[in-house]
T-cell receptor
Framework: KQEVTQIPAALSVPEGENLVLNCSFT??????LQWFRQDPGKGLTSLLL?????REQTSGRLNASLDKSSGRSTLYIAASQPGDSATYLC??????????????FGRGTQLTVWP | EAQVTQNPRYLITVTGKKLTVTCSQN?????MSWYRQDPGLGLRQIYY???????DKGDVPEGYKVSRKEKRNFPLILESPSPNQTSLYFC????????????FGQGTRLTVV
């Protein structure tokens, strides 16, 4: 069964720092990997989608990489701001027959950026 | 605007009183699913559907039912809610394939007393 792990579970940094959030998964049979942001008690906002054949995707200050063979992804946040404070979730979409299309989530990294 | 709409957003109910949480998407997506989110446990899939009249259990289906009579709608039914079903619920939809972004509803916070 696919297992997704996110490290660290929580991170607290001063404004302006560059950050790296990590995501690992056990089964490389994936369609894609998606990073989400979730504010407390709110819904999930999609940040970046990386297809299984891609190595990275960028959106503004965010850059996500994918190494499918080693089962790893990183989310890089440049010049962090207090408004980046949220929980960041990583999810992989299964490409394996019995679980085709299913999303598997990590438990998230809770990020706090203080002024 | 492409969206997944859940209703209600907040619900407080009593044990045993049947309820339905609705989910509707306007993107013609085949794949729809329901998740619950609990502190320390993350998001867990309850049920999913790969197309009309095709549904299957996720990781935590006990106490829930779903139906997929139309492509756009995927309601979650709690026949006899219990306090352990107090949670934050999310509906999601997507196409199937490589370049398929998952879209989530805004969530339904359910409290069963």
């Amino acid at each position: 069964k696919q297992e997704v792990t996110q490290i660290p579970a929580a991170l607290s940094v001063p404004e302006g720092e560059n950050l790296v959030l990590n995501c690992s998964f056990t089964d490389s049979a994936i369609y894609n990997l998606q990073w989400f942001r979730q504010d407390p008690g709110k819904g999930l906002t999609s940040l970046l989608l990386i297809q299984s054949s891609q190595r990275e995707q960028t959106s503004g200050r965010l850059n996500a990489s994918l190494d499918k063979s080693s089962g790893r992804s990183t989310l890089y946040i440049a010049a962090s701001q207090p408004g980046d404070s949220a929980t960041y979730l990583c999810a992989v979409r299964s490409d394996r027959g019995s679980t085709l299309g299913r999303l598997y989530f990590g438990r998230g990294t809770q990020l706090t950026v203080w002024p | 605007e492409a969206q997944v709409t859940q209703n209600p957003r907040y619900l407080i109910t009593v044990t045993g009183k049947k309820l339905t949480v609705t989910c509707s998407q306007n993107m013609n997506h085949e794949y729809m699913s329901w998740y619950r989110q609990d502190p320390g446990l993350g998001l867990r899939q309850i049920y999913y559907s790969m197309n009309v009249e095709v549904t299957d259990k996720g990781d935590v289906p006990e106490g829930y039912k779903v139906s997929r009579k139309e492509k756009r709608n995927f309601p979650l039914i709690l026949e006899s809610p219990s306090p352990n079903q107090t949670s934050l619920y999310f509906c999601a939809s997507s196409l199937l394939g490589v370049n398929t972004e998952a879209f989530f509803g805004q969530g339904t916070r359910l409290t069963v007393v």
